[in-house]
């Protein structure tokens, strides 16, 4: 059962650990992953060039196993004043029911996109994925000089077809259940929210390329649905959030542990780009809003003295607790632990 992309990364099972921006893929969790045979990544998307330098290196004394980087394309953002304006104007009250100062534009909205890539090329992780647009045609040459497998994620066909035409290795086809941010880059979000087996067969029809399901997978009979859709592997993020090697908030991993089926849906008020998480107060609040935001990441900067004040206060209500429609299926067990049982599950399902 071993498919061509997991002999190329050493697979003991076709099993991904999503990156997840935000604290959650600590060294421990990525090494953790690759020691049970799974690929782990570490989310690079949020980190500075030293940041990345710092946690590759802890991974890598942890364990010899391969691992991914995965980055956000980003670029540098012109936001509109009035876009700014509205959401300064909006932001105020929750500042203010939290202590902080009024809030303001800070001088940097993103991490520059060029040093992220250059330090991931000099990491040489063994796979690279990247979300939220592509990458130019010397970018990919780079990654391929440096023999790294590049991952492009795709929402639709279109972005597939993409990647493939860009060289891309592997397309991982994001359904709509998924948590964390929509990788959407070419046409309607809205028009690319497609369900993870309908989008894996798809791709799988159409591409010359391995394709990896992401989106609600939370046990090995999900995986094997996947396979059987046409995926070479999975990848699996809210499944590992409430993990102990997962460095999210306490706050989060309690409203993980008490969601329900349904508790979750998209916004883009945190950010600036829709993302799944578990409905809260912030997000009922700001629905009315949200379209007339600035786009990710402007958004993203503005809510982050918000986010941490919030999360250090322990409320969860004005937190972004990114999690996927599976929600409910999440385990709270160690990683190699949560691993054996995925792998019992997923071979149960073949026999
Ligand atoms: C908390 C969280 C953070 C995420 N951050 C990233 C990220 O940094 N980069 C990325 O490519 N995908 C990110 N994702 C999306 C995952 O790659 C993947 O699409 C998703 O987790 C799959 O759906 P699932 O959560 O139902 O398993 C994130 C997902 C979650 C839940």
């Known amino acids: 059962m071993a498919t061509a992309l997991c002999q190329r990364l ?51 004394a942890l364990s010899d196993a391969p691992f991914g980087i ?17 959401a300064l ?29 250059d330090a991931l090329l000099a990491l040489r992780p063994a796979a690279a994925s990247f979300t939220f647009g592509i990458l130019d045609e010397s970018q990919m040459r780079a990654l391929k000089e440096a023999g790294i497998l590049t991952i492009g994620t795709a929402t639709n066909l ?28 070419i046409g309607e979000q809205r028009e690319s929210l497609r369900p993870m087996l ?5 791709l799988a029809q159409n ?35 409430r993990c102990p090697e997962s460095g999210i908030s306490p706050i989060w991993k309690q409203a993980l542990a008490e969601a329900r089926e349904g508790g979750t849906r998209l916004t883009r008020a945190f950010s600036g780009r829709y993302a799944r998480g578990l409905d809260n107060r912030y997000m009922e609040a700001m629905a009315d809003w949200e379209a007339a935001l600035p786009a990710y990441p402007v958004m993203n900067a503005l809510t982050a003295p918000m986010r941490a004040a919030a999360a250090r206060a322990g409320r969860g209500e004005l937190m972004s ?26 071979r149960a399902a073949y026999r």
């Open 10 to 60: 050493q697979l003991k099972l076709p099993l991904i650990q999503a990156p997840m921006a935000g604290g959650a893929t600590t060294p421990q969790l990525v090494a953790s992953v690759g020691e049970a045979g799974g690929l782990g990544f570490l989310a690079g998307a949020m980190l500075s060039p030293a940041q990345m330098r710092e946690e590759a290196g802890k991974i890598r």
């Open 70 to 86: 995965n980055l956000f394309v980003q670029g540098r953002p012109a936001p509109e004043a009035d876009e700014m304006a509205l």
């Open 89 to 117: 104007r909006l932001l105020r009250p929750w500042h203010e029911e939290l202590g902080l100062g009024a809030p303001a534009a800070p001088d940097s909205f993103c991490q520059p996109f060029d040093a992220q890539l």
């Open 158 to 185: 279109a972005e597939g077809l993409a990647w493939a035409e860009a060289g891309a290795d592997a397309v991982c086809a994001q359904g709509k259940e998924a948590g964390g941010h929509r990788g959407t880059f």
């Open 207 to 241: 591409l010359p390329l391995p394709v990896i399901a992401a989106g609600g997978i939370m046990n090995g009979r999900d995986m094997a649905a996947a396979m059987r859709h046409g995926a070479e592997a999975c990848q699996l993020g809210t499944a590992f959030l």
């Open 198 to 202: 309908s989008l894996v067969y798809e």
């Open 321 to 346: 607790l990114w999690a996927g429609e599976g929600v409910a299926g999440a385990r709270a067990l160690p990683v190699a632990a949560l691993i054996g049982e995925l792998r019992d599950e997923w």
